[in-house]
Nanobody, 125 residues
Framework: EVQLVESGGGLVQPGGSLRLSCLASGLSFDDYAILWFRQAPGKEREGLSCIFASDHSTFYKDSVRGRFTISSDNAKNTVYLQMNNLKPEDPGVYYC??????????????????WGQGTQVTVSS
């Protein structure tokens, strides 16, 4: 059974940083792309960033490029999302997802083969 567990969310002031983690189990990690999504209140889920575990190639939504960094520790089956310079428009529930093939990943399409339960990020002074 594939399981994804996100952690690392919390409350941070504007300009602050958080590092989210996504621990995957029940799958051959190297065969997957791992995506980070965000769902803000009243909005649709959006793809923010993605990494291919096989070669660590990455993709970013324009609004987070330069502020967010995705990375993968294949030995730990874990993907991280380092979020710096958080802005008032960044709050929401952050989810990770995994996909075989890379179609969703390369287009940052808000779909996934499997989802985690999400972790809440709040940006407030």
């Amino acid at each position: 059974e594939v399981q994804l567990v996100e952690s690392g969310g919390g409350l941070v002031q504007p300009g602050g940083s958080l590092r989210l983690s996504c621990l995957a189990s029940g799958l051959s990690f190297d065969d997957y792309a791992i995506l980070w999504f965000r769902q803000a209140p009243g909005k649709e889920r959006e793809g923010l960033s993605c990494i291919f575990a096989s070669d660590h190639s990455t993709f970013y939504k324009d609004s987070v490029r330069g502020r967010f960094t995705i990375s993968s520790d294949n030995a730990k089956n874990t993907v991280y999302l380092q979020m710096n310079n958080l802005k008032p428009e960044d709050p929401g529930v952050y989810y990770c997802g995994v996909e075989r093939g890379g179609y969703y990943c390369s287009g940052l399409i808000a779909r996934s083969d499997y989802w985690g339960q999400g972790t809440q990020v709040t940006v407030s002074s």
